[in-house]
DNA sequence: GTCTTGTAAATCGCGCACGATTAAATCGCA
DNA sequence: TGCGATTTAATCGTGCGCGATTTACAAGAC
């Protein structure tokens, strides 16, 4: 029942991600790519995939959709021209300021302090790992 | 990033399940949800979302599935018409034999001692338990 | 230069999740 | 008894995830 646990986790923290992230008009999965983005701009689709894990049959329709809503663009690399490069637009670079207050804000939702934090996702990465193997 | 860890670990677990779960024609909703009906038969839709965590738009869908697969009947509760009754057929409770080395198979991919599975899965659910409350 | 091989993204189809709404049946209560 | 409030599923629309395939481009062999 290890597996329900992480299902349920799993849905229950988009759940409370979905109140901080509706003043951005974000879902969980955009507001990763942005964040990606924040981190670093000018990225090619499968570079932000290997990052969240995704590829481009869920990453192009999502990245479209931010794109839509303004705040990326989406432009074939000249040099290689199967690749897209993804680039933050200014109202883009302008919502981290409005997100800065996340992390924060779940982490107190947890109601564990950092240090647990930070164990629980350790060992929850590890098993990942673990499970990628096989 | 607990966030993230939880995140892309629920859908690896899912992905460990595939394997398993190909030979039965079963998806991981799917398989959680027979579960329920081979250790209790004969719930509402209600009771089954009760234990899996999903509603009757979520639930819906997933339940005509399984009629189509022919692994259990819904219908309307003579008593009260409101509620609809999902019982297994034969198929459905012949799955169960199927299903039964599954549970040791993912604990073995998860590459943990059963005591530690336990102690994770608590802890998440823990976690879960929190990050309902607000 | 052509031809094969490999790689990057997009496309398609299906199955979840879930917010919002609807339809039907039951309950509560004057 | 009648009638509004509540409960239970179902429906609808949107957004992920992902297996399988397709398209376009690049790179290397000859």
Redesign the pocket.
């Known amino acids: 029942m290890l597996c329900f646990a992480l ?1 349920s986790t799993a ?1 229950a923290m ?2 409370s991600y ?1 109140s901080l992230l509706a003043p951005l008009g974000l ?4 507001y990763l790519l942005m964040s990606a983005l924040w981190t670093e701009d000018d990225q ?4 932000l ?1 290997r990052q969240v ?13 931010l794109e839509a809503k303004g705040l990326l663009h ?1 432009t074939r690399d000249s ?7 993804i680039r933050l637009t200014q109202a883009g670079r302008a919502l981290q300021q409005q997100a800065a207050h996340i992390p924060g804000c779940i982490v107190e939702k947890t109601g564990l302090t950092l240090e647990d934090v930070t164990r629980l996702r350790d060992e929850i990465t590890a098993l990942r790992a673990e499970l990628a193997k096989g």
């Open positions: 299902y849905h988009q759940q979905k879902t969980y999965p955009q090619t689709v499968g570079a995939g894990l995704l590829e481009s049959n869920t990453l192009t329709p999502l990245l479209k959709r989406r040099r290689d021209e199967r690749q897209v490069r």
